[in-house]
T-cell receptor
Framework: GAVVSQHPSWVICKSGTSVKIECRSL??????MFWYRQFPKQSLMLMAT?????????EQGVEKDKFLINHASLTLSTLTVTSAHPEDSSFYIC????????????????FGDGTRLSIL | DAKTTQPTSMDCAEGRAANLPCNHS???????VYWYRQIHSQGPQYIIH???NNETNEMASLIITEDRKSSTLILPHATLRDTAVYYC?????????????FGTGTRLTIIP
């Protein structure tokens, strides 16, 4: 089945550091990937939609200059948290949908295992 | 996309069938019902999805009522590893609007 890989699994860094998280579709191509954030005891909240070869679409309230998204190829999207601060500490999760499938647009999204970011 | 309502939590004995309900009374004709689960500290895992017919795969069965206003996810023989938060999501199969909206889900605890 479709596999989405996320790296790293966890990051601990100092306040003010920029952190890059990678999301790869291992056995399929994805022109669109999604980035979510999840705070403790809360549900997943969509941050942005990553589009291969074009600008990402951000949800309301998400700062595009803070959370830089690059989708340079059909199998890789990156999220960079710039100048991270303690309030950015969270669980970041990406997803992608297998495209070109005979089932069309109802095919499910598959998620990575997430990246736990802790800013000290 | 239509809103869904799920119980906050449920318990199920190990080895028994776990039946997780979901209400989606405002579902429209072309919206699919998707089920995901999230085990602690992991990303969500796709389980199953359907439009109007009942569906079954190696993980679970999905029963959708005839009026499509509610559905039930069935884990036939629950194990301790099935303890997770289960999300029921309704979405149109639209290439231009694929984002998933997660609610609070049902926290299923499998009891030994």
């Amino acid at each position: 089945g479709a596999v989405v890989s996320q790296h790293p699994s966890w990051v601990i860094c100092k306040s003010g550091t920029s952190v890059k998280i990678e999301c790869r579709s291992l056995d399929f191509q994805a022109t669109t990937m999604f980035w979510y954030r999840q705070f403790p005891k809360q549900s997943l909240m969509l941050m942005a939609t990553s589009n291969e070869g074009s600008k990402a679409t951000y949800e309301q309230g998400v700062e595009k200059d803070k959370f830089l998204i690059n989708h340079a190829s059909l199998t890789l999207s990156t999220l960079t948290v710039t100048s991270a601060h303690p309030e950015d500490s969270s669980f970041y999760i990406c997803s992608a949908r297998e495209e070109g499938h005979p089932g069309g647009g109802n095919q499910p999204q598959h998620f990575g295992d997430g990246t736990r970011l802790s800013i000290l | 996309d239509a809103k869904t309502t799920q119980p906050t939590s449920m318990d199920c004995a190990e080895g028994r069938a776990a039946n997780l309900p979901c209400n989606h009374s405002t579902i429209s004709g072309n919206e699919y019902v998707y089920w995901y689960r999230q085990i602690h500290s992991q990303g969500p895992q796709y389980i199953i999805h359907g439009l109007k017919n009942n569906e079954t795969n190696e993980m679970a069965s999905l029963i959708i009522t005839e009026d499509r206003k509610s559905s039930t996810l069935i884990l036939p023989h629950a194990t301790l590893r099935d303890t997770a938060v289960y999300y029921c999501i309704v979405r149109k199969p639209n290439f231009g609007n694929e984002k998933l909206t997660f609610g609070t889900g049902t926290r299923l605890t499998i009891i030994p």
